[in-house]
């Protein structure tokens, strides 16, 4: 059996050179010790932009039957750049459409995920950044009966019970002169350091094992 990611920045894989940036799809294989992990996730994609550029066509050619297709998208979704943008109840949830059916041809198993939370504090509350693309994706995966793994609701209140500061370890919070990658620095709260790609990483691993998925 072989795990193939489909998603964004979030969960792609980085340099050493990159560094501290990591994504949770780059650190799934420690979780999963003995399964083989195709992390096809690239930033700046989108449900659509991913299409486009024939990612998941290329997928497509390689699926067996018994693989997992990981689906995890939204945070370019929502992008006003129009090769990127979709409508969360139309074209998004086509698009999402188009992924598990690819999978379903080749008999194997669709997994949607639902995006990691943005650490976005205001007034000492993390505050919901995506809208309704979380609520799609869960509505797609009850009507088609496809796994879910709400990695949002679990992201959100993972962030929450660390609190405004001590989440700031999980994500890009560099300061200026540690990483030549960075050297003035850099405060994202969308993309991940190690700890935080681990913590997500885990959160996936643990609920596929769980569904019996692996």
């Not at 379903?104 to 809208?131: F, N, S, Y």
């Not at 405060?187 to 700890?195: A, G, L, N, S, V």
Request: charged letters at 20%; hydrophobic letters at 35%; one cysteine or more.
């Amino acid at each position: 059996m072989t795990i193939y990611i489909c998603g964004d920045s979030t969960a792609a894989s980085y340099t050493p050179e990159q560094a501290p940036i990591t994504g949770w799809g780059q650190v799934l294989p420690v979780f999963l010790p003995g399964v083989r992990v195709e992390n096809r996730a690239m930033a700046g994609r989108s449900t659509k932009s991913f299409l486009c550029e024939g990612r998941l066509q290329k997928i497509e050619t390689e699926l067996s039957p018994g693989d997992l297709l990981l689906i995890q998208f939204t945070h370019n979704d929502n992008n006003e750049l129009v090769w990127r943008h979709t409508d969360p109840w139309t074209s998004f949830y086509h698009n999402l459409e188009i992924y598990v059916d690819t999978a379903m041809l080749h008999q194997a198993r669709p997994v949607l995920l639902t995006p990691i939370c943005r650490r976005c504090w205001q007034e000492g509350k993390l505050m919901d950044m995506h809208g309704e693309y979380p609520n799609v994706i869960r509505a797609l995966a009850a009507q088609r009966n496809v796994p879910l793994i709400d990695i949002y609701e679990m992201s959100t209140a993972y962030v929450g019970k660390l609190g405004e500061e001590e989440s700031k370890k999980l994500y890009m919070h560099v300061e200026p002169g540690v990483f030549p990658a960075y050297p003035n620095g850099l405060t994202d709260d969308t993309h991940t350091r190690r700890p935080g790609a681990e913590a997500y990483a885990r959160m996936t691993a643990d609920a596929l094992k769980e569904m019996g998925l692996v």
